[in-house]
């Protein structure tokens, strides 16, 4: 799983965090985020934390498969190439994050519409200048 090194340092600190609260001999050791004698975190528990968290700064109310929804709406606004996206978020298939999230995706269709406009000038001025090949066409660039 690839994690930005940000992402990998916040999880390495809460990490060694929890290992020095943690008594010798916790059943479970090693987990990043656990309850102060090392068992693993409810779940009710995490969704509370989130919440009052979120209310604290103001935000709306989300649940945690909320936060899975934000990461993809900002990767696909980010022009993460759709493929990367469904694969971060181990969708079985594109088609599933096609379902999910081609809602957000109109920068796709205009630099679809753009890249034809492009082709289209490009023939264009091919055509005109009698150059098939495009020679004044790599000449310029």
Known sequence: MSLAPRVVAALELQAALARADQPKGTPLEGLVFCRPDGSPLRPQGVLVELRRRAAELGLPRIGVHDLRHTAATIMISS???LAVVSKTLR??????TVNLYGHLLPHAARDAV???GTALERADRKHATGDPGGASEQRAA
């Open 91 to 96: 969708h079985s298939t594109l088609a599933t």
């Open 114 to 116: 753009a890249a034809i």
């Open 79 to 81: 022009r993460v190439p």
